[in-house]
T-cell receptor
């Protein structure tokens, strides 16, 4: 069974400081990994994904994430946080390239990011 | 303007009533999904469909039903058998050329 863990319910950071949101995963095969962001009462917006290749993935709005296979982690990072980055962030995982798991996109519980001016 | 449209945005239902949430996409995606979101619990998969006229139960399908008669549409019915239906419901889709799922803006269902 696949699973995703986001160990922090909330991350607080001052504007201009680096932001990191942690994610660890468990899948039986190779993972597809994703980060999404959600603003209040809205749907999820896709930020970035890891499929294969370079372990450092760059995405939208200056976000990046690093895939670490040995630690089964996929932490989201931003070098300099903005107040507008305050939102709910979700990590998600899907087992790669198996028809049966097409729909099994498993989400973490989410991490609330609060960026203060 | 391509995307996923969920309607209505807010929905109120009396106990004992069935209610249907709409989800339409014009992205030509084969796969569509319904998730339920509750505070502090992330997103839980209700049903998903990989192709027209076929769908599978997710992790919390009890009390819900779906149909997939057209590629573009995947409506979700919340039945009276669902014990605690008040939640935020999200529809998503993905295609053979996209690995990631794209989401609608959600429907907030409240039982009154």
């Amino acid at each position: 069974a696949q699973s995703v863990a986001q160990p922090e319910d909330q991350v607080n950071v001052a504007e201009g400081n680096p932001l990191t949101v942690k994610c660890t995963y468990s899948v039986s095969g190779n993972p597809y990994l994703f980060w999404y962001v959600q603003y209040p009462n809205r749907g999820l917006q896709f930020l970035l994904k890891y499929i294969t290749g370079d372990n450092l993935v760059k995405g939208s709005y200056g976000f990046e994430a690093e895939f670490n296979k040995s630690q089964t982690s996929f932490h989201l990072k931003k070098p300099s946080a903005l107040v507008s980055d305050s939102a709910l962030y979700f990590c998600a995982v899907r087992e790669a390239a198996t028809t049966d798991s097409w729909g099994k996109l498993q989400f973490g519980a989410g991490t609330q990011v609060v960026v203060t001016p | 303007d391509g995307g996923i449209t969920q309607s209505p945005k807010y929905l109120f239902r009396k106990e004992g009533q069935n209610v249907t949430l709409s989800c339409e996409q014009n992205l030509n995606h084969d796969a569509m999904y319904w998730y339920r979101q509750d505070p502090g619990q992330g997103l839980r998969l209700i049903y998903y469909s990989q192709i027209v006229n076929d769908f599978q139960k997710g992790d919390i399908a009890e009390g819900y039903s779906v149909s997939r008669e057209k590629k573009e549409s995947f409506p979700l019915t919340v039945t009276s058998a669902q014990k605690n239906p008040t939640a935020f419901y999200l529809c998503a889709s993905s295609g053979s050329r996209t690995v990631e799922a794209f989401f609608g803006q959600g429907t907030r269902l409240t039982v009154v």
